[in-house]
């Protein structure tokens, strides 16, 4: 490892995760459709020699104006458990100090499966400090296993998935953990139409997905793997990549509307008086279906899915702005986690 190097991670976020809650240990299969998107999670690692009055690593939250310094030898889950958790868990040299900087513009507890990309872009940066190189599967599996096996939370695989990856895909969970991830390939005219009509609306306000989680698995009874709501998600999936592949947007609307309807009859908690306002609001303005993204809950985001009028998507923008929630500019990505480095 050369000292004085930048190491530079990003990995993105990601929406519309239809089938969401089959990815989950109490589910033990099932399939999930996402959508990779930016805002992306930023992570860069500068490299020096190491120096003995310099503490060997710095973590710098930029979006919480935090930066505090790691003892390696004795690393304590304080003020970012994910982030300690994941220097913690990779190797890397002993004789370099380094200072890591994680970013996003994405708000904390959007439900856009933050949190699993700034685990996959620091593992990917530290990855990048030895000489062996994880593949895009392996970060996410490991990325998972720091969530629930290192920090005992609740968590699904696809977030992490999705921000490893990229792109669309069908993840089918053939037994939790285990899973196989198959990408949409669209033609550009459809890719860029998705893109277009989609519409991304915080609601101003974080969840707790782990909790959200507690509340719906004691909700199930003794066998939640053969629930019927699970299995009605499991073919909402399907649906909503065969929608795609076919190019109807019709289609696809009514797979977000009905994987939501799910959501509500799994706990009544899961889609709050925000969201039924911001959905009733998008009924209003023609819009062909919304999906509560991830857990959904107290707090979060719903992704609109408009007709092809964009006069018409940008009339209900507004009108969701006076009553308070927020647009988020969006883009697809057909790329998941990059890394690179250059000198310093």
Not at 110 to 134: F, N, P, Q, Y
Not at 211 to 218: A, G, L, S
Request: glycine share 8%; charged share 20%.
């Amino acid at each position: 490892m050369n000292a004085s190097q930048v190491i530079n991670a990003v990995a993105p976020t990601r929406i519309c995760d239809v089938g969401g809650w089959t990815d989950t240990w109490f589910a033990k299969t099932g399939r999930v459709f996402n959508i990779a998107i930016s805002p992306m999670v930023e992570v860069q690692i500068h490299v020096h020699a190491k120096q003995e009055a310099d503490p060997r690593i710095v973590i710098s939250a930029e979006n919480f104006n935090e930066s505090y310094p790691l003892d390696p030898t004795h690393i304590i889950y304080g003020k970012h458990p994910l982030i300690e958790a994941a220097v913690e868990e990779m190797n890397w040299p002993e004789d370099v100090t380094f200072h890591v900087n994680i970013f996003s513009s994405a708000p904390p507890g959007a439900s856009m499966g933050t949190s699993a990309a700034v685990s996959v872009a620091l593992i990917g940066a530290l990855d990048a400090l030895t000489e062996g190189r994880l593949t895009p599967h392996e970060t996410a599996s490991l990325a998972h296993s720091l969530e629930t096996n290192k920090l005992g939370l609740e968590c699904g695989i696809q977030d992490q998935l999705a921000s490893a990856y990229g792109g669309m895909n069908l993840i089918h969970m053939t037994e939790y953990p285990q899973a196989t991830v198959t990408p949409l390939l669209l033609p550009d005219s459809i890719y860029w139409e998705l893109e277009q009509r989609l519409l991304l609306i915080y609601i101003g306000k974080p969840h707790n997905s782990s909790e959200t989680h507690r509340k719906v698995i004691e909700d199930f009874g003794p066998n939640p793997s053969g629930d019927s709501r699970l299995e009605a998600l499991r073919q909402l999936a399907l649906e909503a990549q065969a929608a795609l592949t076919a190019g109807s947007f019709t289609d696809l609307g009514g797979v977000f509307t009905r994987n939501t309807e799910v959501q509500r009859n799994l706990h009544p908690d899961l889609v709050c008086e925000e969201f039924e306002r911001i959905i009733s609001i998008a009924h209003d303005y023609g819009a062909l279906g919304c999906k509560v993204n991830g857990a959904g809950g107290d707090g979060g985001s719903v992704a609109i899915l408009t007709r092809s009028d964009m006069f018409q998507k940008r009339a209900m923008e507004r009108a969701l702005k006076e009553e308070g929630f927020d647009s988020l500019p969006i883009h697809l990505t057909r790329s998941g986690l990059r890394v690179w480095s250059t000198k310093g």
